[in-house]
């Protein structure tokens, strides 16, 4: 079925690239329009010419165009494709992480929670609110999917600057449990139906059905789970801080001990700061890599010598963009695990203005929550907390209020007096000035 998706930010060659890999297996979107959008011309060129090149190899099955005008790009979209960084990500990111444990911060990464997380979002709301306003205004009708961190402040950023835009949310954390449960339960993912409900980054295991025998098997994984990952504990995925939890709490956090520390004030308690500090430079060098990669080939693409089997993998990269598209346009009432989304009634005893990471069914009037009714009243007391200052760090930055900012910081777990908070923002705020908004 012939649409047009529009990828923005697709001058990064660890999303434009996986895109289109993606694209390149569905045969529903054949003959659709894919535009590929960024503001860094440069990359954006070198990121066309190689998926023409692939779109020549499988009979020119799309339309490929680019341009850096937004403008040009969101007319008459059918589907938006969100992945926007701002500025040198990681350099901004070490800055996230160093200042405010320089300045007594308990945080122990700095990219979507704590205070840390609060300047991320800070620095790339502007710019993705100016998107989806533009996109409201163009393409009334399109639907917006956002990949962009801090998700959930991002997502609600989203939400409180526009009308009517159908949108969501989407990560890729939910992977850690599509690989292990098979394994656990020696059953095929496409038995095993999961529930989950929290926010991004910090979410809970909630159902797990055998959907074959209709069984639920939540009471097996809650005695054998703990057992199976400390045999498979990783330093950035399950461990000590997961487990401590998971036998505080009495549900399993799905997303890992370095993203799940960001948003409790114990998290530095449970991790080691090395650990952290390897993970950013894990992310660091990855990208790196993964840059090089598509640069020599587009080196090798310049002189004629372009390899045969091409840069894309021909399997689905995991992520769930296109299938959600997929489900949209054929009606498929199909079953996401996890997307980020507002509330609205899903969860009973959080605020309804939030964003929340659940379980949804998709259609073709978009992505619906699967309603869970009440939470845990522990697991809604920690959720609570953050989505306080989630909504303070998203009022600071659409009202550009310089008291909204310091107080968001102030009343973090990882932070903890306006001493700290007015310090952590006068010296991050000087480094940042030409990324931050003017807060006045």
Known sequence: MEKKIVLIGAGSTSFGPEMFNDLYLSDILKGSTIMLHDINKEKLEMIYELLVKENERVDNKFNLERTTKRSHALKDADFIINSIEVGDRMALWRQDYEIPRKHGSTQILGECGGPGGTFHAWRIIPPI???????????????????SNPMSRVCLAIKRSIKSLKFLGLCHQIGFMTYHLPRMFDKPMRDLKLSVAGLNHFAFLMGLIDTSTDKDLMPKFNKISLDYFKEREQRFEFSTLTFEVFKRFGYFPYVGDNHLGEYIQFGEEFTETQDMIDWIDFIDKS??????????KYERLKKGKYPKKGILFGRPSGERAIPIIEGIIENKNSYEIAVNIPNDDIVENLPQDLILECSATVDKDGVHGVELGTLPKNIAAILRIEATIQDLCVEAVLQESKELAIACLAVDPNVGSFEMADKIF???NKLQKGFLPKFK
């Open 129 to 147: 609110v100016e998107i989806v306003k533009d996109a409201e205004k163009i393409c009334p009708h399109a639907f917006l999917i956002n990949f």
């Open 287 to 296: 990208g790196q890599a993964i840059y090089t990669r598509f640069l020599r």
């Open 426 to 428: 006068n010296e991050m």
